[in-house]
C-alpha cells in the first residue's frame, strides 16, 4: 500500500527548543496508527508537524499526496483536537463549528450550498448532534464538544485524519460512539493517526501499529511487537513487562446513515 503519511528525518522545534528530532515514519491508507509517549514527549508536536503549524522543521513531511512545510498544510487531511483546548467563549452555535469543516474548500459558513448543508446534517446524525445543532458551542458538556468537533472532522471527507486525544476524558457512551466511528472510518479506507494516553491493551489492539515518540521515534510496531522488543518500557521510562493490562471493553453501535468518507 502507498503510504499517506511520510515522515523523513524530521526534526521540529519551537525558537531554539528542540522537540522532536531525527523521526521517520509512515502510515498506509486505511492504516490506524496510535501514538504513545509521556507527557511533554512531543507527540501533539508531531501533529502540528503534519499540519505545517510547527515553525521550525527539517526534514521531508508528505501527507496525502502534499509536500508539507512550516506555514503550508496540507489540503486533504481532518484534525481533531482536545475538546479542552478549543475557545469556549467564541459567539458560534454548532452548526457553524461543523460549517467551518468547509473553509478548505473557500466555502463560507454563512453561504453553503444544499450539498454542504445535507453534508452537514448527515454528519451531525452521526456524532447523534443534530437535534443541538442550534445550540451555543461554548454552552455544551466535553463529550458534546468532541462530537461536533468529529462532525466538523467529517464533513471535510479528508483520505486522512489526525486526532488528538479524541476519547480523552469522554464519559463511557461517547467514548463508545467515538471508537466505533473511528473504526468505520478505517473500515473505509481514511488513514488515522491518533494521540493516545490510553495504554490498556484492549485498547491498543484497536489500532494496527504503534509510534512510541519520546522527542524521537523510540520504536514501532503492532503491540505484541512492540512489547516483546520492550519498546514501551523503554519509551516511558519504566521496567520492562510492566505495561498496564486490561480487560477487553465492549463497544457501542453508532449509525452512519448515508454518511461516508
Known amino acids: 500500500m502507498s503510504a499517506m503519511v511520510r515522515l523523513e528525518g524530521v526534526h521540529a522545534a519551537y525558537a531554539r527548543e528542540a522537540i522532536l528530532t531525527e523521526l521517520s515514519a509512515e502510515a498506509a491508507a486505511g492504516e490506524r496508527i496510535a ?27 508528505e501527507v496525502a499526496g502534499d509536500r508539507v512545510t512550516p506555514g503550508h498544510p496540507p489540503s486533504r487531511v ?11 467563549d467564541m459567539p458560534v452555535t454548532v452548526w457553524d463549528v461543523v460549517a467551518m469543516g468547509f473553509l478548505h474548500r473557500g466555502i463560507r459558513p454563512k453561504r453553503l450550498g444544499q450539498r454542504e448543508r445535507m453534508t452537514a446534517e448527515e454528519a451531525l446524525k452521526a456524532v447523534d448532534m443534530l437535534a ?9 458538556s466535553g463529550g458534546q464538544r468532541q462530537r461536533v468537533l468529529i462532525a ?6 479528508a483520505p486522512v485524519w489526525l486526532l ?22 478505517r473500515e473505509d479506507g481514511v488513514t488515522l493517526v491518533q494521540v493516545t494516553h490510553d495504554l490498556e491493551p484492549a ?12 522527542r524521537r521515534l523510540v520504536g514501532r510496531g503492532t503491540l ?38
Request: with cysteine; net charge positive; proline share 6%.
Open 35 to 61: 501514538v504513545v509517549g509521556p507527557n511533554g514527549a512531543g507527540k501533539s508536536t508531531l501533529l502540528k508537524v503534519m499540519l505545517g503549524l510547527v515553525p521550525h522543521v527539517v526534514g521531508r513531511v
Open 203 to 214: 485498547r491498543l489492539k484497536c489500532f494496527d501499529r504503534i509510534w512510541c515518540v519520546n
Open 164 to 185: 488528538d486525544e479524541p476519547v480523552t476524558g469522554l464519559d463511557a457512551p461517547t467514548r463508545e460512539v467515538m471508537e466505533r466511528l473511528l473504526e468505520q472510518l
Open 224 to 261: 505484541e511487537e512492540i512489547r516483546r522488543r520492550g519498546t514501551l518500557a523503554e519509551t516511558f521510562g519504566i521496567p520492562a513487562g510492566t505495561e498496564t493490562g486490561g480487560e477487553e471493553r465492549g463497544r457501542g453501535d453508532v449509525s452512519l446513515g448515508s454518511f461516508s468518507v
Open 78 to 88: 481532518a484534525y481533531v483536537p482536545q475538546s479542552q483546548v478549543v475557545g469556549l
Open 152 to 157: 466538523r472532522a467529517l464533513v471535510r471527507q
Open 132 to 140: 443541538g445543532r442550534d445550540r451555543p458551542f461554548g454552552s455544551l
